[in-house]
């Protein structure tokens, strides 16, 4: 098990693994609060890729790649992930009317 020094070569090897085989695949992270360390793991028990940061900015990384998971989770292993962004991306849409007085 080695970690991973390059972010975008961690997320696509791990989409790559989720597709090949969803029911198997899973995805971790575990964060030392201590040390201040950020440990990301995909696993389906023949491959681990696993990624290690310090880093604060990689935080909003592992909400988008949180994201793509969720994306690939609940549309299917072939969905588009093209659109798929993080917080900074959400707000930007424009807010729904609800139900709210009239002024």
Same mark, same amino acid.
């Given at each position: 098990m080695v970690y991973m020094t390059s972010?975008?070569?961690? *997320?696509?090897?791990?989409v790559q693994l989720f597709r090949a085989d969803p029911e198997k695949?899973? =995805? *971790?992270? $575990? =964060?030392r609060h201590c040390d201040g360390?950020? *440990?990301? $793991?995909?696993?389906?028990? $023949?491959?681990?890729?696993k990624f290690k940061t310090d880093q604060a900015q990689d935080a909003k990384k592992m909400e988008k790649l949180n994201n793509i998971f969720f994306t690939l989770m609940?549309? !299917?292993?072939? &969905?588009d992930i093209s659109e798929v962004? !993080?917080?900074? +991306?959400?707000?930007a +849409? &424009?807010? $729904?009317? !609800?139900? !709210?007085r009239k002024q």
């Open positions: 972010w975008d070569d961690f *997320v696509e090897r791990s695949t899973r =995805y *971790v992270m $575990k =964060y360390k950020l *440990v990301l $793991k995909v696993t389906d028990d $023949k491959e681990c890729l609940a549309r !299917g292993p072939e &969905a962004g !993080g917080k900074d +991306q959400m707000e +849409q &424009a807010p $729904k009317k !609800g139900r !709210g």
